[in-house]
């Protein structure tokens, strides 16, 4: 089954004597029937403030230059504030500006917090509690109604929601190909590898990951690079040199993200 393969339900087999099991029922590749890839992803990060939204932005920038129908979802959103009577997230922001697909933004982003602290304490603030099943509801919303869907995760890999729900489950409940930003900055090796190992260990494909370099004054920064180089099993798919001012026009000039399934082949 291919990264590319629609997520279906599962069957339960009952085997006499024994407790049901789940098989997952195998569905053709559309590729096969001559239809297009549908490119989505799931983008985290090493930690927060270290670019997530900038490289979510610049890979919506591309799809939307090469003609694809494309939305940003950004599914919890802290620190928001109110404008016109509505509240706004700066990041959540970035990521309908770069789109060509527009929905509501209770679609785009369900949990918008005010409190701009960790999710979990933000929504308790809010008095309010951050569940799955809206989130994968507004999901699959937005992949009707797109092409191409981005979306971008909060903080780093394993940022609380609540008592029983974090982002990294969130990625498996949406099961998308994990995209990873690695912030260079002093630490950035621990981080990035044990990032690394939590999407591995929960079964979700790592389909690479990008630099971005955010300390202008870091020392070594290319030994740290070919350092994750040799130790992440995936590709490195750019590295966004420091932008004083930072636009996802700019730093999609330095990501490739030609070869990936789904991935939209270059026109002519």
């Given at each position: ?53 900038l490289v979510s932005a610049a890979i919506l920038h591309m799809l939307v230059a090469g003609g694809v129908r494309a939305c940003g979802m950004k599914p919890v959103a802290a620190g928001a504030t109110e404008r016109h009577g509505e509240l ?181």
């Amino acid at each position: 089954m291919s990264l590319n393969d629609p997520i279906v339900p599962v069957v339960t087999e009952q085997v006499p004597g024994a407790e049901a099991v789940l098989v997952a029922e195998p569905q053709p590749s559309l590729a096969a029937e001559g239809l297009p890839f549908r490119f989505c992803c799931f983008v985290t990060g090493t930690d927060t403030e270290i670019g997530k939204t900038l490289v979510s932005a610049a890979i919506l920038h591309m799809l939307v230059a090469g003609g694809v129908r494309a939305c940003g979802m950004k599914p919890v959103a802290a620190g928001a504030t109110e404008r016109h009577g509505e509240l706004h997230n700066d990041d959540a922001d970035m990521l309908v500006a770069e789109s060509s697909v527009h929905l509501p933004v209770n679609i785009t982003t369900p949990y918008m917090l005010r409190a701009a602290c960790a999710p979990h304490i933000a929504a308790k603030l809010d008095g309010v509690t951050i569940e799955p099943v809206p989130i994968i509801a507004a999901y699959a919303e937005i992949a009707a109604a797109s092409d191409a869907v981005v979306v971008e995760g909060v903080g780093g890999f394993r940022v609380p929601f609540s008592d029983l729900f974090d982002s990294a489950q969130l990625a498996e409940q949406l099961n998308l190909p994990v995209i990873l930003v690695v912030g260079l900055r002093l630490g950035c090796i621990s981080h990035a590898l044990l990032t690394v190992e939590a999407i591995i260990a929960r079964g979700l494909v790592l389909a690479g990951w990008v630099v971005n370099e955010i300390d202008p004054d870091m020392q070594f920064a290319d030994e740290n690079v070919e350092a994750l180089a040799e130790r992440i099993p995936a590709r490195l798919l750019g590295r966004i040199p420091y932008l004083e001012q930072p636009t996802a026009a700019r730093a999609a000039k330095f990501i490739d993200l030609a070869g990936l399934p789904g991935w939209p082949s270059a026109r002519d």
